[in-house]
């Protein structure tokens, strides 16, 4: 199958920083991907969609100006965390749709970045 | 957004026993339906998925069955191991993913 990459997998930071998460297609272009996010126990809530070369698409109640999502290209979009506090702290995970599979609704994910701030 | 309903939360079975998931969904023009497997500390993993045009589907010891006059399906795992002790979620296509609540799966050895 398809494989999606995430880096940093864990990251700590302090309080009032930016943190940046990238999550990349290694094998296929992903003209669409997703951004969950995961609290402990809890099911992956959609935070945006981003689609490759135009503004992502915030789920309701998600703020984009403090969670700003870029889609430069096929193969990589960022999620930056900015000024992150402490409630900020969850699992953060990717997905991608494979453009050559795209009629099918498959998506891969990614593993995942721990985001943990202090 | 779509409505996706999971049961049960927590599934705890006896090694060997089967285990069944079930989940409903609100949206009839769903027409995708795939089941994810997470392990503590990973992003999810898909394991089998269902499309509206058949109503079961098999991979050795999972299964799928789909019913869309009722809006639901349900994943079945037979012969259960330890190493099938995860979260599932099930979630259905309406473009975005919506995903069921998850069940926490514990196999006893």
């Known amino acids: 199958g398809a494989v999606v990459s995430q880096h940093p997998s864990w990251v700590i930071c302090k309080s009032g920083t930016s943190v940046k998460i990238e999550c990349r297609s290694l094998d296929f272009q992903a003209t669409t991907m997703f951004w969950y996010r995961q609290f402990p126990k809890q099911s992956l809530m959609l935070m945006a969609t981003?689609?490759?070369?135009?503004?992502?698409?915030?789920e309701q109640g998600v703020e984009k100006d403090k969670f700003l999502i870029n889609h430069a290209s096929l193969t990589l979009s960022t999620l930056t965390v900015t000024s992150a506090h402490p409630e900020d702290s969850s699992f953060y995970i990717c997905?991608?749709?494979?453009?050559?599979?795209?009629?099918?609704?498959?998506?891969?994910f990614g593993e995942g970045s721990r985001l943990t701030v202090l | 957004g779509e409505n996706v309903e999971q049961h049960p939360s927590t599934l705890s079975v006896q090694e060997g026993d089967s285990a069944v998931i079930k989940c409903t969904y609100s949206?009839?023009?769903?027409?995708?339906f795939p089941w994810y497997k997470q392990e503590l500390g990973k992003g999810p993993q898909l394991i089998i998925d269902i499309r509206s045009n058949v109503g079961e589907k098999k991979d050795q010891r999972i299964a799928v069955t789909l019913n869309k006059t009722a809006k639901h399906f349900s994943l079945h795992i037979t012969e259960t191991q330890p190493e099938d002790s995860a979260v599932y979620f099930c979630?259905?296509?309406?473009?975005?993913?919506?995903f069921g609540a998850g069940t926490t799966v514990t196999v006893r050895a």
């Open positions: 949206d009839s023009a769903s027409n995708y």
């Open positions: 997905s991608a749709r494979d453009w050559d599979r795209a009629n099918t609704g498959e998506l891969f």
């Open positions: 981003s689609n490759e070369g135009s503004k992502a698409t915030y």
């Open positions: 979630a259905t296509n309406d473009y975005k993913l919506s």
